[in-house]
């Protein structure tokens, strides 16, 4: 079972710089979720896409865009990266009942110089 | 601000003994709460959840306490063993949108044998 994948697994870039972050569910969930983590902080989420069609800012969305393709995939792009946005992000996606779990992928780990 | 707080970075006990982990929360409308387990270079992992109207959850070795008139909420773990060691985290999240989910930065548990 693959779950959530996360494309690529880790990745180098210059300041100025795009990038586009993939992500691809197979459990046939409606919500997505992009979320970054840094040293000594939690998770915080960065967009979200509550059903196939929608997207919506989340805590941290400043410098980043999101594309729901279909109901399997969600990308988070980098238009001009910046050293502050240096970290490992997460994808996740679940039903999208109120409660239930999200399930996450492995990560991103993204260093900008 | 952060919302959901553990204020304990780290915990160390021994194989067999109970492990507890806290969180304190802000957010009066923070109605159900979870955790979960990470390891090294892989993604968060869901282990148990609450909802705001129990003040106890149980699975196996896992139960989670809440306590609602202290914003707080405990995880302990009987008996612990070496495969728990991970890093925990708390996360948190409303009614009034429940894609916005909250988290702790961690706390890094280590059993030793």
């Known amino acids: 079972n693959a779950g959530v994948t996360q494309t690529p697994k880790f990745q180098v870039l210059k300041t100025g710089q795009s990038m586009t972050l993939q992500c691809a569910q197979d459990?046939?969930?409606?919500?997505m979720y992009w979320y970054r983590q840094d040293p000594g902080m939690g998770l915080r989420l960065i967009y979200y896409?509550?059903?196939?069609?929608?997207?919506d800012k989340g805590e941290v969305p400043n410098g980043y865009n999101v594309s729901r393709l279909n109901k399997r995939e969600f990308s988070l792009r980098l238009e001009s990266a910046a050293p502050s946005q240096t970290s490992v992000y997460f994808c996740?996606?679940?039903?999208?009942?109120?409660?239930?779990?999200?399930?996450f992928g492995d990560g991103t780990r993204l260093s900008i110089l | 601000d952060q919302q959901v707080k553990q204020n304990s970075p780290s915990l160390s006990v021994q194989e067999g003994r109970i492990s507890i982990l806290n969180c304190d929360y802000t957010?009066?409308?923070?109605?159900?709460f979870l955790w979960y387990k990470k390891y090294p270079a892989e993604g968060p992992t869901f282990l148990i959840s609450?909802?705001?109207?129990?003040d106890k959850n149980e699975d196996g070795r896992f139960t989670v306490f809440l306590n609602k008139s202290a914003k707080h909420l405990s995880l302990h773990i009987v008996p612990s063993q070496p495969g728990d060691s991970a890093v925990y985290f708390c996360?948190?999240?409303?009614?009034?949108?429940?894609?916005?989910?909250?988290f702790g930065a961690g706390t890094r548990l280590t059993v030793k044998p």
């Open positions: 957010n009066s409308m923070f109605d159900y």
């Open positions: 896409s509550a059903s196939e069609g929608t997207t």
């Open positions: 609450i909802s705001s109207i129990k």
């Open positions: 459990m046939n969930h409606n919500s």
């Open positions: 996740a996606s679940t039903v999208g009942n109120s409660n239930q779990p999200q399930h």
């Open positions: 996360a948190a999240r409303g009614w009034i949108n429940n894609n916005d989910m909250r």
